[in-house]
DNA sequence: ATGACAGCGAGGCGCTGA
């Protein structure tokens, strides 16, 4: 089964492009972040057409996560456990498989704004909660992906410009000893489980010809818990839709598993 | 230090994003 995530800044604007890509790419699971749209203003029934079951979350103007499925879902999660938020961030589902019973946490993590800021420290907390969610998750389901837009790039290779940009948001040790102990409760990173081309991005600056001139950061991801590394079969980000008309900013990321 | 894009909800620009 093939499993992608997508930040399709505003489902409004890019449903078209949804759809198209769908066509393109029959995944099995795609997860939207920023969705831009209250519950009420979801497309369920095109995408129903389309063949799939949703889990949504929506919220008016900012943020909104959702969880398209060709199998149904169930026992939906909406936000993290415990925490209080006024953000739609994050869904959590289980979908049955022929292998099995998969759970799939889709968030949108927090953008920070930049270090030293109040949002930069919600961004933090956010963090630290999530990971207490996603161990108890994992506790739970053995077989679990947690994806999404995380706002983190993991490393110096997955920035443009890494020296110039180091310890700004997106780039600093405190995020990215956040995403490493998210890997520490027993995930892997998809995507580096495959050899991939250098300078590999998933999101490009609207502005000054990012995405022509490759200017861009790897902040999408698919973290696989240990249960399923042995299932992966690859793992790409699809440039393909950042190319046509009126984009979003980010590309899908997707993740092969033989399930 | 600022603005460059884009989307949204206003409301004829400001906020947010990354």
Known sequence: MRIATWNVNSLTARLQHVLDWLIANPVDVL????????????????????????????QKTYNGVAILSLAPVRDVLRNITGFEDAHSRV???????????????NGYFVNGQEPGSEKFAYKMRWLD?????????????????????????????????????????????????????????????GFRLFE???????????????YQKNRGLRIDHILLSQALVPAARGCIIDRVPRKWEKPSDHAPVVVDLAL
């Open 31 to 58: 997860c939207l972040q920023e969705l831009k749209m209250s519950d009420d203003k979801f497309p369920l029934e095109v995408l129903q057409s389309a063949g799939y079951h949703a889990a949504v979350f929506g």
């Open 91 to 105: 869904i959590a589902a289980t979908l049955d498989t022929p292998a099995g019973e998969l759970r799939v946490i």
């Open 129 to 189: 909660s999530l990971r207490q969610m996603v161990r108890d998750e994992l506790a739970a389901h053995e077989r679990l992906v947690l994806l999404g837009d995380f706002n983190i790039t993991p490393e110096d290779r997955d920035s443009y410009d890494p020296e110039g940009l180091r310890e700004t948001i997106h780039h600093t040790t405190e995020e990215r000893q956040h995403f490493q102990a998210l890997i520490d409760l027993g995930l892997v990173d």
């Open 196 to 210: 991939q081309p250098e300078k590999s991005f998933s999101w490009w600056d609207y502005r000054m010809l990012g």
